[in-house]
């Protein structure tokens, strides 16, 4: 029987991807006083710059608007999804943002929803209604080869990396305004381990907290 040589190992490694294992990494996010931070949008990007598969069809996502609230509080989408609002409440919503990612405003009904709104460019478009001020809501842009959004207990993971060198980066909403997002820079993953990296952040009091009882009634 004949040994196959090291090249022809190499060849059926890479013929056969799945044979080799793929690298786990768990990011925990927790705040100044250690508790979980729920919300937090989580990127993993190769620090060279990375050519990904343009989303050309796009996917949809849906912004309910339900007891006065934006549901969910933080979306992530990729360049050229789209989003509707749609409003379940019995009371109108003025949707609008000012984002330099995304202008728009438009009145949504009880019971309807708004036209498909195309997201095109990175970035963080923050929303509100101009009629109802605690409610806020966040599209977050990326064109990250990987992302997730922490879990109730401020955790992701990420399963099957290739192994390599990736800058993780963590955004949300609370977090000081202004600055870059937080980052860990040139984290080495070797095929099949499994790391863990936490990242302990200072946020501001949570704006949703502070509801305009006045004008609910709209």
Known sequence: MRHLGWGMVVACLLAFPSIAAGATLDVQVTDQNGQPVADAVVTVVPP???SGAANARGVAHTIDQKQLTFMPYVEVFRPGD???????DRTRHHVYSFSPAKAFEFVVAPGESAAPLVLDKTGVVAVGCNIHDGMISYLYITDAPYYARTDAHGRVTFDALPAGRYDVRV???????????LRERALVIAAGEAKTLAFPVTLRPDPRQQFDREHTHY
């Open 171 to 181: 955004w949300q909403p609370r977090l000081p305004p202004g600055r870059p997002d």
């Open 48 to 50: 060279s710059p990375w």
């Open 82 to 88: 789209s989003v509707v609002f749609r409003n379940s």
